[in-house]
């Protein structure tokens, strides 16, 4: 809903996964590197990239 009624900025959702941090005991499957992959990108986005869309580390997420 955001993304549509924002056009003039980018609007997406990232899972950044179970990743091992002091929140989980350092338990989870992935890293902190490479938990902050998707988030990373998404922040570099241009104003032609996508919007409206849930990713994860491996891309778009089915929901």
Do not use: C, I
Not at 20 to 29: C, I, K, R, S, V
């Amino acid at each position: 809903m955001y993304a549509k009624a924002l056009p003039e900025m980018r609007v997406n959702a990232v899972d950044p996964g179970y990743t091992a941090t002091d929140l989980n005991g350092h338990n989870g499957t992935q890293s902190v590197a490479e938990g902050t992959e998707a988030l990373v990108a998404m922040a570099q986005l241009t104003g032609s990239g996508p919007t409206g869309t849930f990713v994860d580390r491996h891309g778009a997420v089915a929901w």
